[in-house]
């Protein structure tokens, strides 16, 4: 088990409905990434942008942008993890995917589509949470509009990282720094937030505001609004320890079961 994890967060625009100059757009920012990382955070919908055209650029789970994943994970060394428009089944879904190194695959289907843009009328929702235990540790992977609300998060599982990739907007951009510091708070836990940056094609502006927080809601990365950056988080093992034996916040939770 490691007692540490580096998290590499990459903030960055992103090219509209165009899979193939994102995967060497990301290729690029990852051949900078010179010090060793066990995890590098794409966005949301990173090789297409927040769309709602999902049938002109879906791919399949044996699709060119799971395949590069697979790929950059092995090359690497570092799990590659990001969400992208996956069809199954005559199905679309806003589905993020953990590519480890040892070429395994673990997924999760974005629970809340955002009805405010119609994704909901577009993707399919998933209903599974997902926890993967990874280099001793165990992270809770969820996508943007899920970051509000905070029953489908809770830490009943004794996770010890919950990450949000996201497309989320600057002009909603307070709620996400305010949630993303409650979810670490409420958790016990470490909170990643990746967003993008730039306009899309829609029209929607995005400021990135990616950030990470350790258990106690404070900030421990630096980056940027508007900027395309990365930053490498380093978490510790010893700090939610520590902070979970002195509080026990976790144990005065209340018991219930979401359905």
């Known amino acids: 088990m490691q007692e540490q994890l580096k998290i590499a967060c990459i903030q960055s625009d992103l090219i509209w409905e165009n899979p193939k100059k994102n995967r060497k757009l990301f290729s690029e920012k990852i051949k900078t990434i010179t010090e060793e990382v066990d995890v590098i955070v794409l966005p949301e919908m990173f090789s297409t942008g927040f769309t709602m055209n999902a049938s002109k650029v ?4 044996e699709g060119e942008t799971v395949a590069w994943m697979q790929k950059k994970a092995d090359k690497t060394g570092s799990a590659i993890v990001g969400s992208l428009i996956v069809l199954e ?18 997924y999760y289907d974005k629970r809340h589509t955002f009805t405010l843009a119609d994704e909901d009328r577009v993707y399919k929702a998933g209903h599974k949470k997902l926890i993967v235990e990874y280099r001793g540790w165990k992270l809770c992977p969820l996508i943007c509009y899920d970051l509000r609300f905070p029953v489908w998060s809770r830490n009943v599982e004794e996770y010890d990282v919950l990450l949000y990739v996201a497309n989320w907007p600057k002009p909603r951009i307070q709620a996400w720094d305010i949630l993303l510091k409650a979810r670490a708070i409420e958790n016990m836990c470490y909170c990643i937030g990746v967003n993008r940056i730039g306009m899309d094609e829609a029209q929607n502006e995005y400021s990135g505001n990616s950030a990470v927080y350790d258990i106690l809601g404070n900030p421990i990365t630096s980056l940027k609004p508007n900027k395309e950056q990365i930053e490498i988080a380093v978490l510790d093992k010893k700090h939610i320890g520590f902070y979970r034996n002195k509080l026990k916040f976790l144990s005065d939770r209340d018991h219930f079961n979401l359905e």
């Open 58 to 61: 879906a791919e399949t789970m």
């Open 89 to 106: 089944n005559d199905k679309f879904y806003n589905r993020l995917i953990f590519a480890e190194p040892s070429g395994d695959l673990h």
